[in-house]
């Protein structure tokens, strides 16, 4: 922690922890009951977004403290930064602007001096153009059929997001079911080959480096699969699209150039969906509804670059977390949607907030003494509260929640609805209040318990409370919605990362997982021994080769 207590933003940090010394033992249940307008105070809107963050160990002193402390660290100009296409990439030297992506006002955007937003419009011209012909069946496959199926290959960033997405929204699909290929486990790809047409899937191949070995053999192994039926390498050209900045790789894999959707270096892998990334998505739902998305995600970026702190949800939602990681030393956050469709959301969001804030150096380079971002996990609701809430309730850990619902569903659901989210409601409801001794006995003294019965059972029907979430509401998980909620998600990240003092936009550790595999895999099929790897590696590569002899 001396890196806090000798950062410029020393006094900001300190009087945090001196109130957090205040609050530690201050439970929620009280802070309710001396304010029945705590949720006006702690609720804000965006849209059709909502948040109640009344549930948390805060107060107006709390909250004012936090505010201080992302003025302190000039947020509010790294904010405008972002948005001005400065290069706060600096590890990469590159523009951050996924919000360029769904600039629906089309103001200027200036990466080295030159507006970006033509050609951030020619990509969604020319996805709308392609989106039209294949879901209208005027694009036709090899043999003249049209495509019943398309299938995205890539993996992180070039995966998850479009994933989520296209899962979340069926309700808007049309005739045309997206899937996605990503491991390279060939069970992945062939699990989803054999379900599928030849004559009519289309492939999309994205991959912003077009380089990347998981998703190359896969997309190769596809091709191989196309022609073994088609037996014709034109095929190729009406079965296989790609997303991705490298032309040169594209054009070498066979894919007709014209053929290829590009996009910049200043959009990241994991805030790409918005790009031609998303194409997958475009196809299954059609281009208004993706644009919908778009536009969804350009509210929520005006009201995180226009609203005050006080009133700025993701700033909210950053500062709490920051609250509950370093002045509480919480170490994982959970995420929990009340809707099947979001089943992906807590995977995207591992991935948006692991990669980008899991690090341990500043910009500068300078090794951090402190914890930086959280573990993030989940689960949907209510499977999880008959799996892992028991240890929310009753376990010794802090760890907020996320807990997120749309109020109304888009299917003819009875009371289904009803239930999941009064299940919802009462999760947050009880992690806040927990049971107190006098509850838990007198619960069980009107089940005829008394005596050593009811005193031996007592700690087992204790619960602490006390445990801070945040409840996001959507009117209905719709495209605007749900990309109000993603970018959410995303600035909420950006913030901690400039609270912290990382670059939330490189990924060094992801990158190095894409060089190890190379040393080890030719030794699998040698013979040679395994030098240069430890005994534990060397003896692991050995019980491999004698399984795969036979
Ligand atoms: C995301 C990461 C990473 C990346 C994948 C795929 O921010 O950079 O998850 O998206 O490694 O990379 P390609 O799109 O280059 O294949």
């Given at each position: 922690?001396?890196?806090?207590?000798?950062?410029?933003?020393?006094?900001s940090?300190?009087?945090?922890?001196?109130?957090?010394?205040?609050?530690?033992?201050?439970?929620?249940?009280?802070?309710?009951?001396?304010?029945?307008?705590?949720?006006?105070r702690?609720?804000?809107?965006?849209g059709?977004?909502?948040?109640?963050y009344?549930?948390?160990?805060?107060?107006?002193?709390?909250?004012?403290?936090?505010?201080?402390l992302?003025?302190?660290?000039?947020?509010?100009?790294?904010m405008?930064?972002?948005?001005?296409?400065?290069?706060?990439?600096?590890?990469?030297?590159?523009?951050v602007?996924?919000t360029?992506?769904?600039n629906?006002?089309?103001?200027?955007?200036?990466?080295?001096?030159?507006?970006?937003?033509?050609?951030?419009?020619?990509?969604l011209?020319?996805?709308?153009?392609?989106?039209?012909?294949?879901r209208?069946?005027?694009?036709?496959?090899y043999?003249?059929?049209?495509?019943?199926?398309?299938?995205?290959?890539g993996?992180?960033?070039?995966?998850?997001?479009p994933?989520?997405?296209a899962?979340?929204?069926?309700?808007?699909?049309?005739?045309?079911?997206?899937?996605?290929?990503?491991?390279?486990?060939?069970?992945?790809?062939?699990?989803n080959?054999?379900?599928?047409?030849?004559?009519?899937?289309?492939?999309?191949?994205?991959?912003?480096s077009?380089?990347?070995?998981?998703?190359?053999?896969n997309?190769?192994?596809?091709?191989?699969?196309?022609?073994?039926?088609?037996?014709?390498?034109?095929?190729?050209?009406?079965?296989f699209?790609?997303?991705?900045?490298?032309?040169q790789?594209?054009?070498?894999?066979?894919?007709?150039?014209?053929?290829?959707?590009?996009?910049?270096?200043?959009?990241?892998?994991?805030?790409?969906?918005?790009s031609?990334?998303?194409?997958?998505?475009?196809?299954?739902?059609?281009?208004?509804?993706?644009?919908?998305?778009?536009?969804?995600?350009?509210?929520?970026?005006?009201?995180?670059?226009?609203?005050?702190?006080?009133?700025?949800?993701?700033?909210?939602?950053?500062?709490?977390?920051?609250?509950?990681?370093?002045?509480?030393?919480?170490?994982?956050?959970?995420?929990?949607?009340?809707?099947?469709?979001?089943?992906?959301?807590?995977?995207?969001?591992?991935?948006?907030?692991?990669?980008?804030?899991?690090k341990?150096?500043?910009?500068?380079?300078?090794?951090?003494?402190f914890d930086?971002?959280?573990?993030?996990?989940?689960?949907?609701?209510?499977?999880?509260?008959?799996a892992?809430?028991?240890?929310?309730?009753?376990?010794?850990?802090?760890?907020?929640?996320?807990?997120?619902?749309?109020?109304?569903?888009?299917?003819?659901?009875?009371?289904?609805?009803?239930?999941?989210?009064a299940?919802?409601?009462?999760?947050?409801?009880?992690?806040?209040r927990?049971?107190?001794?006098?509850?838990a006995?007198?619960?069980?003294?009107a089940?005829?318990?008394?005596?050593?019965?009811l005193?031996?059972?007592?700690?087992?029907?204790?619960?602490?409370g006390?445990?801070p979430?945040?409840?996001?509401?959507?009117?209905?998980?719709?495209?605007?919605?749900l990309?109000?909620?993603i970018?959410m998600?995303?600035h909420?990240?950006?913030?901690?990362?400039?609270?912290?003092g990382?670059n939330?936009?490189?990924?060094?550790?992801?990158?190095?997982?894409?060089?190890?595999?190379?040393?080890?895999?030719?030794?699998?099929?040698g013979e040679?021994?395994?030098?240069?790897?430890?005994?534990?590696?060397?003896?692991?590569?050995?019980?491999?080769?004698?399984?795969?002899?036979?």
């Amino acid at each position: 922690m001396k890196d806090i207590f000798k950062s410029p933003q020393a006094g900001s940090w300190l009087a945090l922890w001196r109130h957090q010394q205040k609050m530690a033992d201050v439970h929620m249940r009280d802070l309710f009951a001396i304010d029945p307008q705590r949720f006006e105070r702690y609720s804000l809107r965006c849209g059709e977004l909502f948040l109640d963050y009344s549930k948390h160990r805060v107060t107006d002193e709390t909250m004012r403290l936090l505010v201080d402390l992302a003025q302190s660290v000039d947020l509010a100009g790294w904010m405008q930064r972002m948005r001005s296409g400065d290069k706060i990439n600096l590890s990469e030297n590159r523009a951050v602007l996924h919000t360029a992506l769904r600039n629906r006002s089309n103001t200027p955007v200036l990466v080295d001096g030159v507006d970006v937003m033509p050609e951030v419009n020619v990509v969604l011209a020319q996805m709308r153009g392609f989106v039209e012909r294949v879901r209208s069946g005027e694009w036709r496959g090899y043999t003249g059929e049209t495509i019943t199926d398309v299938v995205n290959i890539g993996i992180g960033g070039s995966d998850l997001g479009p994933m989520l997405v296209a899962r979340a929204l069926r309700p808007y699909a049309g005739k045309i079911t997206p899937h996605f290929v990503s491991n390279v486990d060939g069970a992945h790809l062939f699990g989803n080959l054999e379900r599928l047409d030849p004559k009519r899937t289309l492939f999309i191949v994205t991959s912003k480096s077009f380089t990347t070995p998981e998703t190359l053999l896969n997309a190769n192994s596809a091709k191989d699969w196309l022609l073994s039926h088609l037996q014709d390498p034109a095929a190729v050209a009406k079965h296989f699209v790609a997303v991705s900045t490298n032309t040169q790789a594209v054009s070498a894999f066979g894919i007709d150039t014209a053929n290829m959707f590009g996009f910049w270096d200043w959009v990241g892998g994991r805030y790409s969906l918005w790009s031609a990334v998303g194409l997958a998505i475009a196809v299954a739902v059609g281009m208004d509804h993706f644009e919908a998305l778009l536009q969804g995600a350009h509210e929520m970026d005006c009201h995180f670059f226009e609203q005050p702190f006080e009133q700025n949800i993701p700033v909210i939602l950053a500062l709490l977390g920051v609250w509950y990681n370093t002045c509480f030393g919480a170490h994982s956050h959970a995420v929990i949607p009340y809707d099947q469709s979001l089943a992906r959301l807590p995977a995207h969001l591992q991935q948006l907030d692991m990669e980008s804030n899991g690090k341990r150096v500043t910009r500068d380079g300078h090794t951090l003494d402190f914890d930086t971002g959280p573990v993030i996990w989940g689960e949907t609701g209510v499977n999880c509260q008959h799996a892992f809430f028991q240890l929310l309730h009753q376990g010794t850990r802090l760890i907020p929640v996320d807990f997120i619902a749309p109020l109304r569903s888009h299917f003819p659901v009875g009371q289904h609805h009803e239930t999941l989210i009064a299940n919802m409601f009462a999760q947050a409801e009880a992690l806040m209040r927990g049971k107190s001794r006098a509850e838990a006995k007198a619960e069980l003294e009107a089940q005829g318990l008394s005596g050593p019965a009811l005193y031996s059972l007592l700690p087992h029907k204790l619960f602490p409370g006390n445990q801070p979430s945040n409840t996001i509401l959507l009117e209905q998980l719709t495209p605007k919605t749900l990309g109000a909620l993603i970018a959410m998600y995303e600035h909420k990240v950006f913030v901690q990362g400039i609270i912290w003092g990382l670059n939330s936009f490189d990924q060094w550790g992801v990158e190095y997982g894409k060089q190890l595999a190379k040393a080890i895999q030719p030794l699998l099929a040698g013979e040679q021994p395994a030098a240069g790897h430890d005994c534990s590696t060397a003896g692991l590569i050995d019980l491999y080769r004698q399984a795969s002899r036979g």
